[in-house]
């Protein structure tokens, strides 16, 4: 008992470095964000015939902008949807695993279930994202290529929530500690930079990053 007690003690204190670094490298992911720059706002005034015919392919672009925004916009709160119940519920699960002693074993293991599922519906869920095509080939292929690595992402952070279960469930061998470690880990950073990608491509097209912030 002494031994597994020491186990679980030393696995909750790598989650509390680990959720620190996590939380880091969201901190970071926003600063850079918040740097980007705003889309230029056009300063002529107008006031002349040469002025006004130069203006007109400019309003139609301007018109075509604003459809590929809200279309990128439309496709990143979708996405953001998409990814929110699986992140809150990971979170929870190790934040539980971290107040075991408050919250008991049993509603740990419950909390680990309940992201696994969540999970696996976010690994689902994007098979039903479709890529705006009106942004052209270019971004759209870009877009599916990180929707394709958050699949991969979303998909190992389920398995670690498994091997965090058999963790719970009394299973504290240091190869179950360090599978759910490697997964974790990966997970994470393949998360961040999918995301990171589908951003960019949001604020190529003029969206801006308190437009990229979810209520």
Known sequence: MAEYKNGFENWKTWHKVAIGTVFGFIALLMILVSFA???EQSTDGGGSE???EQDEPAITNTSAEAEKKAAILQYWKSFAAN???CDEANTAAIEGLQNTEAIGIYAAFDLAKTAENRCADTWLG???LEEPEILGEAQTDILEKAKKDCGVAYFTRKQSLE???KAIDGDMRPSVVQSYKEDSQFAQNGALACIATVM???MENGVTSDELKLD
């Open 163 to 165: 091997t965090l279960q």
């Open 37 to 39: 720059p705003e889309p």
């Open 83 to 85: 990814i929110m119940p």
């Open 200 to 202: 960019s491509v949001a």
């Open 50 to 52: 040469i002025a006004i």
């Open 126 to 128: 994007f098979n039903k």
